[in-house]
């Protein structure tokens, strides 16, 4: 399927795979709903850590993959690899959603699946860069799994980040079609899962989702930056509010000596809906922010390496305070006398 840069032709077709892959991933998650079948394959019964209070089913990743897969399949020949990897991880993840699995089986699953994709793209780079990509992938593929948390808020996150690698192999001087298509296909599958997961949600992702949409985010970045389509911090700044999260999250938690994969609720994101900004308002805030930090990438894109790192110096500025600010809050909730059971 040849995806041309320019012109009406490309643009109708790009719009066309997103709106097919929308299309897919709604009618998959309608049917599984409608069929009763979703409850049976993978259901997230509540705890006191959880931020819902009803049953849900956790098939999200049933509606997604298929539909990322078979974009792929049609439009992106070359990145099979890839795709092959998402769904093993989705496999892998479908089992751990039902049964549960080890930390150190999954684990090895996911740096098995980023070791090939490193293999079989090989970059023009320094050999010490590879491992050190190779751990931040895994990294990217976990912290995924671990946003997955308030309704709409990773879905959100995959419809924005996956349309800022769309639009920035759109825009940059060496495009790459594959990875344009596939960007399209995966912000389109996300649109459809948001139809059932923006608040009040009744599908959640679940680890058959989430963490392959972690692995196509680091895979499609490292991709993109081995084929010289954008600078090796773009990818970090389309997601930067999640990794900003999960990253400062787990620092605390490994501080403490806690075990970072268990379950919790100390993700800047958790606070916020907790604290009063419920899931709705949480999800809207995020996305403005993703909205703003691509928007600021994709003006920056084509400038001086100078401007290109000094604006991303200062948008991780802004994270920093834009955290110190949901800090602040839940100090405040938390003193309150009427909170202090709740907490």
Same mark, same amino acid.
């Not at 923006?198 to 084929?227: E, K, M, Q, T």
């Not at 010289?228 to 773009?234: H, K, L, M, S």
């Given at each position: 399927m040849a995806i041309e840069h320019n012109g009406v032709f490309s643009v109708s077709l790009l719009l066309g795979?997103?709106?097919?892959?929308?299309?897919?991933?709604?009618?998959?998650?309608?049917?599984?709903?409608?069929?009763?079948?979703?409850?049976?394959?993978?259901?997230?019964?509540?705890?006191?850590?959880?931020?819902?209070?009803?049953?849900?089913?956790?098939?999200?990743?049933?509606?997604?993959?298929? $539909? %990322?897969? *078979? !974009?792929? &399949?049609? /439009?992106?020949?070359?990145?099979? @690899?890839?795709?092959?990897?998402?769904?093993?991880l989705s496999a892998v993840s479908q089992i751990d959603d039902r049964r549960g699995l080890p930390a150190r089986v999954r684990f090895a699953a996911h740096l098995a699946t980023v070791v090939a994709v490193v293999g079989a793209y090989p970059c023009a780079s320094p050999w010490w860069t590879l491992p050190v990509l190779t751990v931040l992938m895994v990294w990217l593929v976990n912290l995924y799994n671990f946003m997955d948390g308030a309704d709409g808020?990773?879905?959100?996150?995959?419809?924005?980040?996956?349309?800022?690698?769309?639009?920035?192999?759109?825009?940059?001087?060496?495009?790459?079609?594959?990875?344009? $298509? %596939?960007? *399209? !296909?995966? &912000?389109? /599958?996300?649109?459809?899962?948001? @139809?059932?997961?923006?608040h009040p949600a009744r599908v959640f992702l679940g680890d058959a989702g989430s963490i392959p949409l972690g692995f196509l985010a680091g895979a499609l970045g490292y991709?993109?930056?081995?084929?010289?389509?954008?600078?090796?911090?773009?990818?970090?700044?389309?997601?930067?509010?999640f990794i900003g999260d999960a990253s400062v999250t787990l620092a605390r938690r490994l501080m403490r000596g806690e075990k970072f994969w268990q379950a919790h609720r100390e993700h800047y994101y958790q606070r916020m809906v907790r604290s009063?900004?419920?899931?709705?308002?949480?999800?809207w805030a995020w996305y403005a922010v993703m909205v703003a930090g691509i928007a600021l990438a994709?003006?920056?894109?084509?400038?001086?390496?100078?401007?290109?790192?000094?604006?991303?110096?200062?948008?991780?500025?802004?994270?920093?305070?834009?955290?110190?600010?949901?800090?602040l809050r839940w100090r405040r909730f938390q003193s309150a006398p009427s909170q202090q059971s709740e907490v």
């Amino acid at each position: 399927m040849a995806i041309e840069h320019n012109g009406v032709f490309s643009v109708s077709l790009l719009l066309g795979i997103a709106a097919a892959a929308c299309v897919g991933c709604a009618i998959i998650l309608a049917v599984l709903l409608k069929t009763g079948l979703a409850w049976r394959l993978a259901t997230d019964i509540p705890n006191e850590r959880s931020l819902h209070e009803r049953p849900t089913p956790r098939v999200g990743g049933w509606g997604v993959v298929p $539909a %990322v897969l *078979a !974009a792929m &399949a049609l /439009a992106t020949p070359h990145l099979w @690899l890839i795709a092959v990897g998402a769904l093993f991880l989705s496999a892998v993840s479908q089992i751990d959603d039902r049964r549960g699995l080890p930390a150190r089986v999954r684990f090895a699953a996911h740096l098995a699946t980023v070791v090939a994709v490193v293999g079989a793209y090989p970059c023009a780079s320094p050999w010490w860069t590879l491992p050190v990509l190779t751990v931040l992938m895994v990294w990217l593929v976990n912290l995924y799994n671990f946003m997955d948390g308030a309704d709409g808020l990773a879905g959100g996150m995959a419809l924005f980040g996956f349309s800022g690698y769309a639009l920035g192999a759109w825009i940059a001087p060496h495009h790459e079609p594959e990875l344009i $298509a %596939v960007s *399209a !296909a995966i &912000a389109g /599958a996300a649109a459809g899962f948001l @139809l059932f997961n923006f608040h009040p949600a009744r599908v959640f992702l679940g680890d058959a989702g989430s963490i392959p949409l972690g692995f196509l985010a680091g895979a499609l970045g490292y991709v993109g930056w081995c084929g010289d389509v954008w600078p090796i911090w773009f990818p970090a700044m389309c997601f930067a509010p999640f990794i900003g999260d999960a990253s400062v999250t787990l620092a605390r938690r490994l501080m403490r000596g806690e075990k970072f994969w268990q379950a919790h609720r100390e993700h800047y994101y958790q606070r916020m809906v907790r604290s009063g900004v419920g899931h709705a308002g949480t999800a809207w805030a995020w996305y403005a922010v993703m909205v703003a930090g691509i928007a600021l990438a994709l003006i920056v894109l084509g400038r001086s390496p100078a401007v290109q790192w000094g604006t991303v110096a200062g948008w991780s500025a802004v994270l920093v305070v834009i955290g110190f600010i949901v800090d602040l809050r839940w100090r405040r909730f938390q003193s309150a006398p009427s909170q202090q059971s709740e907490v």
